[in-house]
């Protein structure tokens, strides 16, 4: 569950499509560096097959929270540097991990910059929606993260993080909501506090 949890991911290959069709990566990196906070409900679909639903809070730059539903009950927060994994379930400490050794640091970095040289390895259209695939230039063994959007206006609507072992988690949001005050208690990555005030 922890492994599968912390890849995020959304199986989907860039498609080819036609350049007029697609959003540019500065429109894309523009409209990632305009949000401050957001939430969203979401759905997953596991590595394994199975699926998962909870809410996703967004406090760029840095922090992100995935709540997953009963019976998950498992709980991942990215700040301070960090992705932790809380996995009630496994009876063990949670699993700490580097931001930056996970492509969420990606979107959630100070300032988006998906025209950096090699980090964007696909730019397709499906004939609806802008996929993205963008990884670190530097380290793609941590491997890539895939974006998709809509457009009037610029939504991210799906994502994946596609890890260094093949494996791959779908990750759909049901509308992603910008705006609104989260308490800094729920990207705290030390161990649960009242996270009532959001």
Do not use: C
């Not at 080819?16 to 759905?43: C, M, V």
């Not at 380290?139 to 993080?161: C, M, Q």
């Amino acid at each position: 569950m922890k492994r599968i949890v912390l890849t995020f991911i959304l199986a989907m290959a860039a498609p080819s499509g036609w350049a007029a069709e697609k959003l540019p990566l500065k429109a894309i990196s523009g409209y990632f560096n305009a949000i401050t906070t957001a939430q969203s409900q979401f759905s997953q679909i596991n590595d394994d097959g199975s699926r998962s639903t909870g809410v996703l809070y967004i406090h760029r730059p840095g922090r992100m929270r995935f709540e997953y539903d009963p019976p998950e009950a498992a709980l991942v927060i990215a700040g301070a540097g960090a992705v932790v994994i809380h996995d009630p379930k496994s009876n063990e400490p949670p699993e700490t991990y580097p931001l930056k050794r996970t492509p969420l640091w990606i979107i959630l970095a100070r300032k988006v910059d998906l025209d950096r040289a090699k980090m964007v390895v696909g730019h397709g259209f499906d004939g609806t929606a802008t996929i993205v695939r963008a990884l670190d230039p530097e380290h793609p063994e941590y491997g890539s993260i895939d974006l998709k959007f809509t457009d009037n206006p610029v939504t991210l609507t799906e994502w994946a993080i596609n890890d260094g072992n093949g494996g791959q988690t779908t990750v759909v949001l049901g509308g992603l909501k910008t705006g609104g005050h989260f308490s800094s208690d729920l990207f705290a990555t030390q161990p649960e506090t009242d996270s009532s005030d959001r």
